[in-house]
T-cell receptor, first 109, second 113 residues
Framework: TQLLEQSPQFLSIQEGENLTVYCNSSSVFSSLQWYRQEPGEGPVLLVTVVTGGEVKKLKRLTFQFGDARKDSSLHITAAQPGDTGLYLC?????????FGKGTLLTVNP | GAGVSQSPSNKVTEKGKDVELRCDPISGHTALYWYRQSLGQGLEFLIY????????KSGLPSDRFSAERTGGSVSTLTIQRTQQEDSAVYLC???????????FGPGTRLTVL
C-alpha cells in the first residue's frame, strides 16, 4: 500500500511570512501533483511534477519533486490571505492517485 | 460547462434509504474516479472507470455501494440502505492522458440522519 504523509497537518501564519509544506513517502511515484481545496469545493490542481529533482514555480509558489521521486515540497513566499486553504499532495502510479491527508493553511491578515 | 459537475450538491437522507449521486465529467475525459472525503481524512479512493468499464472497484467500502457509467460520460454512485457512517463529501474527478491530472467536481455532501 502506497502512503503519502504530509506535514505539518495545520499551519497558521501571518500575512507576509514564508512557509514550506512537505509530502513524503517510501514509495516511488511516476508523478506528484499538488492540489488546493477551499471549503465547499473540490480540489483544484496547482501543478504536476514528473521528473526527479524538478522544480516548478507558480507566482509565489515553488514546487519541488525529490530526486528519488518519493517526496515533494511546496514553498510559499510572502503568503497572502488568499492562499488560505487545504493543500493536498497526490502521488501518481499508473491510473491511480494516492492522496496525503493535507495541510490546512490559514494566513491571517 | 467546461468543468466536472455533480448533483445534488447536498443530500440529507434518513438511515436505511437509498441515494444516487451523479457526476458529469469533462467532455472527452475517458477516466472517471469517485472519492470520499470525511472530516479530517484525506481523499479515499472508491472506484475508477475507463470508458464504461470499472477495472478497479477496490475502494468501495461494502456491497451497499455500487457505481455505473454510461456512454463513456455520466456516472452514478448508488448507496443502498444508507448508514450514518456514510455521511461524507463524495467527490468525482475525470482525467485523460498518461500523467493522470485529475479535475474535480464540487462534490456532493451527504448527511445520513
Amino acid at each position: 500500500t502506497q502512503l503519502l504523509e504530509q506535514s505539518p497537518q495545520f499551519l497558521s501564519i501571518q500575512e507576509g511570512e514564508n512557509l514550506t509544506v512537505y509530502c513524503n513517502s517510501s514509495s516511488v511515484f511516476s508523478s506528484l501533483q499538488w492540489y488546493r481545496q477551499e471549503p465547499g469545493e473540490g480540489p483544484v490542481l496547482l501543478v504536476t511534477v514528473v521528473t526527479g529533482g524538478e522544480v516548478k514555480k507558480l507566482k509565489r509558489l515553488t514546487f519541488q519533486f525529490g530526486d528519488a521521486r518519493k517526496d515533494s515540497s511546496l514553498h510559499i513566499t510572502a503568503a497572502q490571505p488568499g492562499d488560505t486553504g487545504l493543500y493536498l499532495c497526490a502521488g501518481g502510479s499508473n491510473y491511480k492517485l494516492t492522496f496525503g491527508k493535507g495541510t490546512l493553511l490559514t494566513v491571517n491578515p | 460547462g467546461a468543468g466536472v459537475s455533480q448533483s445534488p450538491s447536498n443530500k440529507v437522507t434518513e438511515k436505511g434509504k437509498d441515494v444516487e449521486l451523479r457526476c458529469d465529467p469533462i467532455s472527452g475525459h475517458t477516466a472517471l474516479y469517485w472519492y470520499r472525503q470525511s472530516l479530517g481524512q484525506g481523499l479515499e479512493f472508491l472506484i475508477y472507470f475507463q470508458g464504461n468499464s470499472a477495472p478497479d472497484k477496490s475502494g468501495l467500502p461494502s456491497d451497499r455501494f455500487s457505481a455505473e457509467r454510461t456512454g463513456g460520460s455520466v456516472s452514478t454512485l448508488t448507496i443502498q440502505r444508507t448508514q450514518q457512517e456514510d455521511s461524507a463529501v463524495y467527490l468525482c474527478a475525470s482525467s485523460v492522458g498518461t500523467i493522470n491530472e485529475q479535475f474535480f467536481g464540487p462534490g456532493t455532501r451527504l448527511t445520513v440522519l
